[in-house]
Structure formats: C-alpha cells, structure tokens
C-alpha cells in the first residue's frame, strides 16, 4: 500500500505555504512512547498536558513534546526534564533553555508574553548548536516513524548535536518532516545531507530555501511570500525579510514583505487544491489539500 507521503511526492506536491504557525515554540523533553495526542498520552501527566494545552490557546505558542533519538523503553521517566522556548519572529527570534523537575511548573509561565516575544527571563540563552526537530511520532502517522526516525537516528551517528525527535509538525505527506531553530524554518522531504547544510547555514545565519515549507512565524500565505521573494531577490539572510501586511481573504492574499533595507515586494498568493485527490495522512479518505501558489511578485521600494 502507498504511504501518504509517497502519494505527496509522487505528484510533486508544493511544499511553500505548508508549515505550521507559532511565533513561539515551547519544547518538553519527555522520553517513552507517545500516543496520538502526545501531551496526554505519553509518561507526562495527562492532567499536566491537558493544562498546558489549554493554557497556549490562542497566545501564539505552539508545544510539542521532544526525545533524543534512540529506543523510547517505557520504564524510562528522567528526572529532570530539558525545556527549549524559542520566538521565530524576525529581529527579535531567540532561543533560550532549561531544566525542570516537574513539567507542571511550566504553568507558571505568562504565555501571552512568550508568544509576543517577551521570555521574561525564563531560562538561559542557548548557545549552542541550532536545534533540529524531526517529527517521529509514529501513532500520529505512520510516515512520521518508518521516515522521521532513521533520519534522527542517521544525523546523531554523523555528529550532529541539536537532533530532537519531535511529537508533530503538521504535514505527515511531507515526511520526512524538520523544524529548525531559533528561525523557525520547516522543511519537508528531507534527507540527512540536506539537513546538514541546512543546519550549517543556520550557523552561518543563512536560510536554506531549498525544500522549505517557509517560517513559522507568519500565517501559510505569508510563508509562501516570503520564500518567493528570497528566491527572486536571491536573499539568504535570516532576518532580513518580514512580512508586514496581508489583505484579502481566501483564496487570495495580497502580502506585503519588506527587507530590512528598505525595499519591499508585493507577492499575490492564490489558494489552490491540489489534484488530483490524495491521502493527507495514511489510512485517511482521498482528499484535495490546499496549496498556496504565488501569482506575482513585484517589488514596490
């Protein structure tokens, strides 16, 4: 049978516009199994889980659970847990880390602030390497597991530090799937030699277009304008570009990008369904998923 994310390959469906959307990442190291919903179903308490669910609600801050790569044995709940907070939003994207005894005392933490870029102090400055984020979770997509794991596992034998198997990044079609902080760049499809160069130009603070999703930090429509106009400017810094405003409404977008020198793009964005029908995720109903397609792009400044 065809895995959803052959089925996506095969018909070459765009990758631009599909990532998912938080300003902000807030990541729980939790070892062992995880289910479907990963934050009640996994050795972090369900009633924890549930509570921090509830408490990112519209604050812009996305959670997801992360593990080092390796055998997840289910008797295996560390004592202290790794917690990584990361703002994607261009000029002011940090990433910052620490260490809790107990995941509930993350409740304390102002959610709103930390969606709009304000960490309060929370935790240290990560200095070290870029994080990698490879989704994993097979309970959620078959795909996930059979092409997430070895990847994870392929990048930790190559010497990569900041590989982190990570419980969903939306996309299972796209799989092998990656998130790469503290910019905030998806990427679909990827291989261990496409992820080292993408890790090494975060380090060299570049932006790796080539099997990009987009960022995170903006809305789908924003995502695919803002990889068009790296494209067509052939502009690789991070940070130098944001998406300052977007008018219209489905299926077309009118979004404006601005670079920080000044000039700025006019990029239409069409919504489109891809064709013919195919699974989202494996074992789901043929369907059309949308698909943000760039029109134009016009430098205005």
């Known amino acids: 049978m065809s895995t959803c994310a052959t089925a996506s390959r095969d018909l070459d469906e765009p990758l631009a516009g ?46 997801a659970l992360i593990r080092r ?18 703002h994607t939003f261009p000029g002011n994207a940090w990433l910052r880390s620490h260490v809790v005894d107990d995941p509930r ?5 102002d959610f709103a602030a930390l969606g709009a870029g304000d960490h309060g102090g929370f935790g240290t400055p990560h200095t070290g390497d870029p994080l ?7 309970k959620r997509d078959r795909c996930c597991a059979l092409l997430g794991r070895p990847l994870a596992g392929e990048l930790i034998a190559s010497g990569e530090a900041g590989v982190w198997e990570v419980t969903h990044l939306g996309g299972h079609r796209f799989s092998p799937t990656l998130l790469v902080l503290p910019h905030g760049y998806a990427y679909g499809r990827t291989t261990a030699p496409a992820v080292k160069e993408i890790l090494q130009g975060v380090r060299e603070g570049r932006v790796v277009t080539e099997g990009c999703r987009g960022s995170s930090a903006w809305e789908r429509p924003g995502q695919a304008a803002e990889l068009a106009v790296r494209r067509a400017a052939r502009e690789d810094t991070a940070g130098a570009l944001s998406v300052v405003r977007t008018t219209g409404d489905a299926p077309r977008w009118d979004v404006t990008v601005a670079h920080t020198d000044g000039r700025r793009w006019r990029v239409t964005v069409a919504q489109g369904a891809s064709l013919p029908a195919r ?23």
């Open 279 to 301: 699974p989202e995720s494996c074992g789901a109903a043929l369907a059309s998923p949308a698909r943000m397609d760039v029109m134009a792009v016009r430098e205005t400044a």
């Open 105 to 109: 005392q993350l409740l304390d933490l």
């Open 69 to 86: 790569p390796g055998r997840h044995a289910d008797c295996h709940t560390p004592a202290r847990h790794r917690v990584y907070v990361a």
């Open 18 to 63: 599909t990532a998912a959307t938080a300003r902000t990442w807030l990541l729980v190291e939790q070892p062992g199994p995880w289910g479907a919903k990963a934050l009640t179903s996994s050795h972090l308490d369900p009633a924890v889980g549930r509570a921090l669910e509830e408490a990112v609600e519209v604050t812009g801050v996305r959670i």
């Open 132 to 138: 990698a984020l490879v989704c994993t979770n097979g």
